[in-house]
């Protein structure tokens, strides 16, 4: 992560945005692949974060194919002539039944299931499957990490920005070794925030982060 290496043309330097409050956000429901509308404070969030990117010269812009990500991501890019295009890649995690359902409800269900998790040393509990219909951390990571390959290869030394989910990012920075698996919780990934991360397709630099809190791990 040598400051040599951020002058590298080579590096393509991925802008990757949460999307803004949604009405399931303010109600504590857990969305996974389905979806509500922002509310008007996610509106807002994302006009600031779109404020402090305004400078930037975005040469792709790539967004979860989920409404609230596509919704965030337009207002980003309201001012600038680019097409958005739109990735199963980049979906939120994959929640199952549990998806459209109170988050304390889904912690009172799987209460022995995370408590167990909560026991594993970090590749282990990248690994373990909470149920059988949530994704766990390492399935989402591949995913954005394939996502995040192919396009450092495809445009090499471009701006790209990415509006996606908070789950997506924790499983990310969780597989990159800067977030800690037990502990990331909600509220970790305000809504709006983003991080800057340069790759060449291989190696993986996160430079900046806004508004998201990196927990690493002691195990």
């Known amino acids: 992560m040598s400051e040599k290496s951020l002058k590298n043309q080579t590096l393509t330097r991925f802008y990757i945005v949460r999307h803004g409050e ?9 969305q ?19 404020n402090k990117l305004k400078n ?22 309201a001012q600038k ?21 109170k988050v304390d409800f889904f912690r009172n269900q799987l209460k022995k299931s995370l408590a167990y998790q909560a026991k594993l040393n970090q590749e282990e509990a990248l690994h373990y499957q909470l149920h059988p219909e949530i994704e766990t951390y390492e ?6 990490i394939k996502f995040i390959k192919t396009n450092a290869l495809a445009y090499p030394g471009k701006n790209i920005l990415v509006v996606t989910h908070s789950g997506t990012i924790r499983a990310l920075l969780t597989k990159l070794g800067l977030a800690d698996a037990h502990r990331n919780t909600h509220g970790l990934i305000a ?3 983003y991080l800057i991360l ?10 900046k982060t806004y508004g998201i809190k990196l927990v690493t791990s002691k195990n």
Do not use: C
Not at 22 to 30: A, C, F, V
Not at 32 to 50: C, E, H, M
Not at 81 to 101: N, P, S, W
């Open 22 to 30: 949604t009405e399931w956000n303010t109600k504590k429901i857990i």
């Open 32 to 50: 996974g692949q389905l979806d509500s509308p922002l509310t008007q404070t996610g509106v807002d969030q994302v006009k600031r974060t779109a």
């Open 56 to 77: 930037i010269k975005f040469d792709l812009v790539f967004s979860s194919d989920l409404g609230r990500a596509y919704q965030s991501a337009q207002v980003i890019m």
């Open 81 to 101: 002539d680019v097409e958005i295009k739109t990735t199963q890649l980049l979906r939120e995690r994959h929640f199952g039944k549990f998806a459209g359902k």
């Open 139 to 144: 399935q989402v990571a591949r995913r954005v």
């Open 191 to 193: 809504n709006a925030a």
């Open 198 to 207: 340069e790759s060449d397709g291989v190696e993986f630099f996160v430079r």
